[in-house]
Each structure stands twice: as C-alpha cells, then as structure tokens.
C-alpha cells in the first residue's frame, strides 16, 4: 500500500511554469513505477509521465516532451512534474499514482488501469 499527496497546483497564465509535488509513504514504496495522469471533467485520466525511483529512467506522453519533465529525490520521497511553457489545454486535476507494475521489453505502464494507487488531486487551470 503506497499513500500519496499531491501538492503545488494552482491559477497561472499561459507560459507560465508550475512544479507539481507528490509526497510519497509506504513500506515499500521504492517498489512503485510513479506516475503522473491527468484529467478534464467528464474524460478519461490521461498519462502525462512515469518514473523509476532508481536509476534515472522515465516515459513522457508526446503531448507533454520539451515541456514537462519528471523527477524523483530519494531523500525525501517526492516524486515532482516540473510543467513549463504551460497552455491553456493544459487545464485539468493532476493526480499522482503508483503501481507495482514493472516497465518489461520497453513497455511501460502508461493507463490509468496500470495504477492501483492514486492521490486526492491537485488542480491546475493554465488561462489563456
């Protein structure tokens, strides 16, 4: 079981920057691919990125790569999205997630029905 909070949303302009925070517990929680999905009412959750929390590796969606950018610290278990140059489409309630799901022959877990552990949210309205 991996318990996380997600922190750092709020109201910017558009190209403006924003980093997203989510703070991370569990036993094992150094077991989990972290993730990064977000979502507009009344859509589906959509993958923005994923990371190990050894060695580095990570997944963007396309909609997001130059601008967005994961990160992990070990230390303090927080898993970050660094959002740059943000645009109006990229309005919506940003949730971290977890799964024990590992990245196998390049695929990675990248839906939604990959993670079995969510934030509460945090929202980000970009205004154009």
């Known amino acids: 079981q991996v318990w996380l909070v997600e922190s750092g949303g709020g109201l910017v302009q558009a190209g403006d920057s924003l980093r997203l925070s989510c703070a991370a517990s569990g036993r094992t929680v150094d077991r989990y691919v972290m993730g990064w999905f977000r979502q507009l009412s009344g859509k589906e959750r959509e993958f923005v990125a994923a990371?190990?929390?050894?060695?580095?590796?990570?997944l963007s969606a396309d909609s997001v790569k130059g601008r967005f950018t994961i990160s992990i610290d070990n230390a303090s278990n927080t898993v970050y999205l660094q959002m740059n140059s943000l645009k109006h489409g990229d309005t919506a309630v940003y949730f971290c997630?977890?799964?024990?799901?590992?990245?196998?022959?390049?695929?990675?877990?990248?839906?939604?029905?990959?993670?079995?552990?969510w934030g509460q949210g945090t929202q980000v309205t970009v205004s154009s």
């Open positions: 997630a977890a799964t024990p799901r590992r990245p196998s022959g390049g695929s990675w877990p990248d839906t939604a029905r990959d993670y079995n552990n």
């Open positions: 990371i190990l929390w050894y060695g580095g590796s990570s």
